[in-house]
């Protein structure tokens, strides 16, 4: 956006609007005390090309995720978009939409959030899909949040130790002041013995928390996790990778209650970490206490097609005191970019980013475990991302890895201080042989340095 300073004409112009005759006028209200009285601490104003040339250098120092191969992961991909994508949603009609949640909406977004949630839930499997929350660990909270008061139990929560430590570390601060207690089960080699799982449920639990894949990109044995939940009578809570879908088996198939998950691989960029987009699907019996909004189609007066906004569970000037959650918006932008792009590509499209990601992911990791100093962190199956192991410091090894031209992966110790050893790396459908292969040789020589 560009940035024209108001002319001394437009400052007396808005003045006498309001009746005023000075911009001391206008703040004569603040008591002369608090006003300041120091001069600012502040480097000397510049000109516009000054400016322009300060923040052109800041700019210049970020390095993207189109300007090297990235194999970065953890939750946020470097998959393809689609021209089509862009295309569409960068439409003024849809860009410019003030966010898209109070009952004025208009027919055109009611509509594309209506099909991006009918996307969603045929995604899932599930009955009906929320019109997107603000990211996939907020997704999780708000998903422990609407169990709670489905089952009515307050005893535990329990979450896999698999589940990103970030979801976790959002969860706990979302639970800080309630009044179950949070148990996080250990993983072991990268996965969840399920008998371990089965002894930290109670009878007065709530739900349990699973990702799969999980952190590790490992697949578990997720059905047998979730049976060990519902033998209790707690909730399912699973978050999944959106993108697995395309190869993986429905959440719906195995007993999940609650998926989340985060969307930012549909259709979105990475941006340096956000805004991202969160996506929450549940069984139709817990409808009405889902967070955020959902839209619904119905005809009007003279029978025409018509979609309206058939619960608003947040809004407190319907709800109040009723209201299920604190969510004042959605990602509504996020979400046509994610419908736009399930669309374009279609089930078939899908199954093949998915499956080419996964073979990628394992020629990848079977190229890296060859190199002398690194080894596979475990050994189960996993989908489109991997951990490798090394004796070296792998803050260091991804520095030069760096500085030889790839994003080379995540150092694990920064999410968890006992992942110190490992290095998280992910696989997209974009990244060809030839990058691959320069990862692998990457990693071989900054072994030789670090």
């Known amino acids: 956006m560009a940035y024209i300073a108001n002319t001394p004409d437009d400052v007396r112009v808005m003045l006498g609007t309001l009746g005023l005759e000075s911009i001391e006028q206008l703040f004569s209200h603040i008591p002369e005390k608090l006003r300041l009285q120091r001069p600012l601490s502040v480097p000397r104003a510049l000109s516009e090309l000054e400016l322009t040339e300060e923040i052109g250098g800041l700019l210049a120092q970020n390095i993207g995720a189109d300007k090297r ?25 849809y860009f410019t939409a003030y966010t898209p949640y109070q009952p004025e909406a ?52 329990v979450i896999a130790g698999t589940v990103h430590p970030e979801y976790r570390q959002i969860l706990a601060t979302y639970m800080a002041n309630l009044e179950p207690e949070l148990v996080v089960v250990p993983d072991q080699d990268g996965q969840i013995k399920p008998e371990e799982l089965v002894a930290a449920i109670t009878d007065d639990t709530a739900a ?34 959106p993108v697995s879908l395309g190869l993986l088996r429905r959440p719906s198939t195995y007993g999940a ?61 319907i709800r109040r005191e009723k209201a299920t959650s604190n969510i004042c918006t959605n990602q509504g932008l996020l979400a046509l970019r994610a419908s736009i792009y399930l669309a374009a590509i279609g089930p078939r ?32 199956p996993f989908f489109k991302e991997f951990a490798i192991r090394t004796s070296k410091d792998p803050g260091k090894i991804l520095a030069e890895v760096g500085r030889l031209g790839y994003h080379g992966g995540i150092a694990l110790g920064r999410l ?14 974009k990244r060809s042989r030839s990058e691959i292969d320069g990862l692998v040789d990457a990693y071989r020589r900054a072994l030789e340095i670090v």
Not at 142 to 148: D, I
């Open 69 to 93: 191969p990235c194999f970065l992961g953890g939750g946020s991909y470097d998959h393809f978009i689609p021209a089509v994508v862009d295309q569409l949603s960068g439409r003024g009609e």
């Open 349 to 380: 499209g899908l199954r093949q980013v998915a499956e080419l990601s996964m073979r990628k992911a394992h020629y990848a990791a079977e190229q890296l475990a060859a190199v002398p100093g690194l080894s596979l962190s475990h050994p189960g």
């Open 416 to 429: 968890a201080p006992e992942w110190s050893d490992q290095i998280l790396i992910a696989v997209t459908e």
């Open 106 to 157: 208009s027919q055109g977004t009611l509509q594309a959030t209506f099909e991006y949630q009918t996307l969603i839930t045929e995604l899932t499997g599930l009955d009906v899909s929320n019109a997107s929350l603000y990211d996939g660990g907020s997704a999780v909270a708000e998903a422990v949040l609407m169990a709670l008061s489905v089952t009515r139990r307050l005893g535990r929560v």
């Open 208 to 241: 349990v928390i699973l990702q799969y894949p999980n952190v590790f990109g490992q697949l578990e044995d997720i059905e047998t996790l979730v049976k060990a939940a519902h033998d209790k009578g707690a909730l399912a809570i699973v978050s999944v990778d």
């Open 257 to 317: 209650d609650i998926v989340v998950a985060e969307g930012q691989g549909l259709g979105n960029p990475m941006s340096y970490g956000g805004p991202y987009l969160g996506i929450m699907a549940c069984r139709e019996e817990y409808v009405r206490k889902m967070p955020g909004r959902i839209v619904g189609q119905t005809t009007d007066r003279n029978g025409k097609r018509c979609w309206v906004l058939t619960l608003q569970t947040r809004e407190q000037h």
